[in-house]
């Protein structure tokens, strides 16, 4: 059974700094898209990051929202998926959902038949 667990949410001022990690179970990591989607309030879900990994082969996504403020990263060993958001902006508060999916990442959210239950990320200015 696939499980995934986010941790790592919280409130945080303009300008800082947060981690959020995902715990996951019941799959291997290998061939599989995993990443972040996030909703905030009154808007659709938006695909954050995501990240796939098949060998030697590593495709990462940012969405332009967080592109040179977030890295993603995957602990094969921990079984953890991990979001770095740096320089948080108001604009960054949401909920935040780890996903898994077989195969190449994808863009919407229909793609993604895994999700967490979601983290809460608050940035006060």
């Known amino acids: 059974q696939v499980q995934l667990v986010e941790s790592g949410g919280g409130s945080v001022q303009a300008g800082g700094s947060l981690r959020l990690s995902c715990a996951a179970s019941?799959?291997?990591?290998?061939?599989?898209?995993m990443g972040w989607f996030r909703r905030a309030p009154e808007k659709e879900r938006e695909r954050v990051a995501t990240?796939?990994?098949?060998?030697?082969?590593?495709?990462?996504y940012y969405s332009s929202s967080v592109e040179g403020r977030a890295t993603i990263s995957q602990d094969v060993a921990e079984k953890t998926l991990s979001l770095q958001i740096n320089s948080l902006k108001s604009e960054d508060t949401a909920i935040y959902y780890c996903?898994?999916?077989?195969?190449?990442?994808?863009?919407?959210?229909?793609?993604?038949?895994?999700w967490g239950q979601g983290t809460q990320v608050t940035v006060s200015s």
């Open positions: 019941g799959f291997t990591f290998s061939g599989v898209c």
């Open positions: 990240i796939y990994i098949a060998g030697d082969t590593t495709v990462t």
């Open positions: 996903v898994a999916a077989p195969g190449w990442c994808k863009t919407t959210q229909y793609d993604y038949k895994y």
